[in-house]
Protein backbone atom coordinates (compact mmCIF):
# COMPACT_ATOMS: atom_id res chain seq x y z
CA UNK A 1 0.00 0.00 0.00
CA UNK A 2 1.08 3.31 -0.59
CA UNK A 3 0.03 6.77 1.10
CA UNK A 4 0.96 9.98 0.05
CA UNK A 5 0.10 12.97 2.84
CA UNK A 6 -0.03 16.63 1.44
CA UNK A 7 -0.16 19.75 2.88
CA UNK A 8 -2.97 21.77 1.37
CA UNK A 9 -1.76 24.62 -1.03
CA UNK A 10 -1.28 28.24 0.42
CA UNK A 11 -4.58 29.68 1.67
CA UNK A 12 -6.00 33.23 1.66
CA UNK A 13 -7.60 35.04 5.02
CA UNK A 14 -11.23 34.04 6.12
CA UNK A 15 -13.03 35.08 9.28
CA UNK A 16 -13.62 30.82 9.68
CA UNK A 17 -10.94 29.27 9.35
CA UNK A 18 -12.58 26.06 7.73
CA UNK A 19 -13.76 28.61 4.68
CA UNK A 20 -10.40 29.47 3.59
CA UNK A 21 -9.58 29.15 -0.17
CA UNK A 22 -6.48 28.30 -1.96
CA UNK A 23 -4.32 31.65 -3.15
CA UNK A 24 -3.38 31.42 -7.00
CA UNK A 25 0.13 30.42 -5.43
CA UNK A 26 -1.47 27.63 -3.57
CA UNK A 27 -2.95 26.47 -7.10
CA UNK A 28 0.13 26.49 -8.78
CA UNK A 29 1.78 24.61 -6.06
CA UNK A 30 -1.23 21.57 -5.91
CA UNK A 31 -0.05 21.88 -10.20
CA UNK A 32 3.66 20.79 -8.61
CA UNK A 33 2.73 18.12 -6.46
CA UNK A 34 0.53 16.62 -8.71
CA UNK A 35 3.08 16.12 -11.37
CA UNK A 36 5.63 14.68 -8.42
CA UNK A 37 2.58 12.28 -7.58
CA UNK A 38 1.84 11.08 -11.02
CA UNK A 39 4.86 8.40 -10.75
CA UNK A 40 3.13 6.26 -7.88
CA UNK A 41 -0.03 4.96 -9.32
CA UNK A 42 -2.29 6.22 -6.38
CA UNK A 43 -6.12 5.60 -7.04
CA UNK A 44 -8.15 7.69 -5.23
CA UNK A 45 -7.62 11.01 -2.94
CA UNK A 46 -9.58 11.63 0.58
CA UNK A 47 -9.66 14.98 1.71
CA UNK A 48 -10.33 17.02 5.20
CA UNK A 49 -13.51 18.92 5.00
CA UNK A 50 -11.93 22.08 4.92
CA UNK A 51 -12.36 24.24 1.94
CA UNK A 52 -8.51 24.47 1.32
CA UNK A 53 -7.91 20.91 1.23
CA UNK A 54 -10.93 20.53 -0.91
CA UNK A 55 -9.56 22.74 -3.43
CA UNK A 56 -6.19 20.75 -2.92
CA UNK A 57 -7.55 17.70 -3.42
CA UNK A 58 -9.86 19.13 -7.03
CA UNK A 59 -6.62 20.36 -8.33
CA UNK A 60 -5.24 16.33 -7.71
CA UNK A 61 -7.87 15.00 -8.92
CA UNK A 62 -8.02 16.88 -12.31
CA UNK A 63 -4.61 16.56 -12.60
CA UNK A 64 -4.21 12.10 -11.71
CA UNK A 65 -7.56 11.36 -12.85
CA UNK A 66 -8.66 10.28 -9.83
CA UNK A 67 -12.01 10.20 -7.45
CA UNK A 68 -12.36 12.34 -4.41
CA UNK A 69 -14.02 12.10 -1.73
CA UNK A 70 -13.98 13.62 2.07
CA UNK A 71 -12.95 11.89 4.96
CA UNK A 72 -13.86 12.44 8.61
CA UNK A 73 -11.25 12.79 10.93
CA UNK A 74 -7.97 14.67 8.90
CA UNK A 75 -8.69 18.26 9.89
CA UNK A 76 -6.41 20.49 12.15
CA UNK A 77 -7.92 19.85 15.41
CA UNK A 78 -8.08 15.85 14.92
CA UNK A 79 -5.87 12.94 16.59
CA UNK A 80 -3.55 11.80 14.45
CA UNK A 81 -4.43 8.12 15.95
CA UNK A 82 -8.05 8.02 15.19
CA UNK A 83 -6.76 9.14 11.65
CA UNK A 84 -4.66 6.19 11.12
CA UNK A 85 -8.06 4.08 12.34
CA UNK A 86 -9.94 6.17 9.77
CA UNK A 87 -7.78 5.59 6.58
CA UNK A 88 -8.34 2.58 4.46
CA UNK A 89 -6.73 -0.79 4.60
CA UNK A 90 -5.68 -1.30 0.70
CA UNK A 91 -5.01 1.40 -2.43
CA UNK A 92 -2.40 3.89 -3.04
CA UNK A 93 -4.30 6.75 -1.30
CA UNK A 94 -3.47 10.85 -1.03
CA UNK A 95 -4.62 12.48 1.87
CA UNK A 96 -5.06 15.98 1.55
CA UNK A 97 -4.70 17.58 5.16
CA UNK A 98 -3.56 20.21 7.40
CA UNK A 99 -0.52 20.87 9.73
CA UNK A 100 -0.18 19.82 12.41
CA UNK A 101 -1.99 16.89 11.49
CA UNK A 102 0.53 16.39 8.23
CA UNK A 103 3.40 16.04 10.66
CA UNK A 104 1.88 14.08 13.58
CA UNK A 105 0.22 11.79 11.30
CA UNK A 106 3.70 10.88 9.28
CA UNK A 107 5.88 10.81 12.39
CA UNK A 108 3.20 8.38 13.67
CA UNK A 109 3.13 6.27 10.66
CA UNK A 110 6.78 6.39 10.33
CA UNK A 111 8.42 6.42 13.97
CA UNK A 112 5.25 5.15 15.68
CA UNK A 113 5.29 8.01 17.80
CA UNK A 114 3.16 11.60 16.55
CA UNK A 115 6.13 13.63 18.20
CA UNK A 116 8.89 15.35 15.95
CA UNK A 117 7.20 14.69 12.45
CA UNK A 118 8.62 16.80 9.94
CA UNK A 119 7.25 20.34 8.52
CA UNK A 120 5.06 20.30 6.00
CA UNK A 121 5.62 23.63 3.73
CA UNK A 122 2.31 24.26 2.18
CA UNK A 123 1.82 21.90 -1.01
CA UNK A 124 4.18 19.58 0.18
CA UNK A 125 4.20 15.39 -0.28
CA UNK A 126 5.39 12.61 2.01
CA UNK A 127 4.76 8.69 0.36
CA UNK A 128 5.32 6.31 2.45
CA UNK A 129 4.61 2.55 1.77
CA UNK A 130 3.41 0.30 4.38
CA UNK A 131 1.66 -3.26 4.12
CA UNK A 132 -1.06 -2.14 6.69
CA UNK A 133 -1.76 1.73 8.15
CA UNK A 134 -0.66 1.33 11.49
CA UNK A 135 1.87 3.11 14.11
CA UNK A 136 5.24 2.49 13.11
CA UNK A 137 4.51 0.42 9.70
CA UNK A 138 5.50 2.49 7.22
CA UNK A 139 8.76 3.78 5.65
CA UNK A 140 9.57 7.03 3.94
CA UNK A 141 9.70 6.79 0.00
CA UNK A 142 10.16 10.47 -0.50
CA UNK A 143 9.47 14.04 0.88
CA UNK A 144 9.18 17.10 -0.79
CA UNK A 145 8.79 20.38 -0.20
Do not use: W
Not at 45 to 63: F, P, Q
Not at 92 to 115: E, Q, Y
Amino acid sequence: MLLAIVRHGEAGYAARDHLRSLTDHGRQQLEQTAERLKLYGFNQILTSSYLRARESGDILARNLDLPIRILDGITPDDSPLDAVFALPGQGNIIIVSHMPLVSSLTALLCHGSDMAGPFFNTGAAAVMEMELPGPGLATLKTFSV
